[in-house]
């Protein structure tokens, strides 16, 4: 059976309690809650600094055993001008203890900067770095481009050959590619609206549940994991409003 995890990033997030959080609900039970109201979260953190495998341990044991934790992986990883180089760095990102999320652990994501321009030769050596599993459990890698130059053919055949998804970035400067590479499909919608209490208009919305159906059918697993990010910060505060509309317009016989 397809998997469908959708989602925000993070969960500790001052503006969303009273919105999102029920008024006066404990900062410590706000994953319970988020995890129980969607069906996955993109953790942000480890893109920062990096954590203990207590952490993750802890943060799994709070969602249920169908939930889906995505795993934004280190800046260190990622923003260098070799990325031929990062073998150390995505050793020290994977040591430390994401396999403690179990049967709870989704895609990686790998983020690069909007000045990052795409490099056939070294990209390529990046992806070989990629480990396959951790600890046992396999891992799936999903890329986020954001620069104009991996709209190229030879970006998309790299990330096919080596089954990385490219992830479906809806903003309005980074490349929207909308390439099918693994068995699964991944996105990020970051139009928020802060105006909006559905965070989209319903009726990009209704287009996107569309549009990320039909990419997770291209996928020979159908799985799919979609988030709403406020981009530097903008709309945040309605991105759970928006994964809860697309929740319920991805259920079967869904508005």
Known sequence: MARTGIGVGGWTFAPWRGIFYPKGMRQADELAFASSALSALEINATYYST?????????????????VFAVKASRFCTNRRVLAEAGPSVERFFG?????????????????????????DDFARFLDLLPQDVGGQPLRHAIE??????????????????????????????PLIEEATADFAYARLMRLNETLESGYPPKDLDA????????????????????????????????????????????????
Do not use: N
């Open 208 to 255: 996107w549940a569309g549009r990320l159906k039909a990419a997770a059918d291209q996928t020979p697993s159908g799985d799919l994991f979609a988030f709403f990010i406020g981009a530097g910060g903008e709309g945040k505060v309605r991105a759970p409003a928006a994964a809860l509309g697309l929740i319920d317009r991805l259920k079967p016989g869904g508005t």
């Open 96 to 120: 430390q203890g994401i396999g403690e999320l179990g049967p709870r652990l989704g895609p990686i994501l790998w983020q690069f900067m909007p000045t990052k321009k795409f490099d056939h």
């Open 145 to 174: 481009p954001r620069h104009a130059s991996f709209v190229d053919p030879a970006f998309v055949d790299l990330c096919r050959a080596r089954g990385a998804a490219i992830c479906i970035s809806d903003h309005p400067v980074y």
């Open 51 to 67: 954590h203990k495998p207590e952490d993750f341990a802890h943060w799994a044991a709070q969602a249920p055993e169908d939930f």
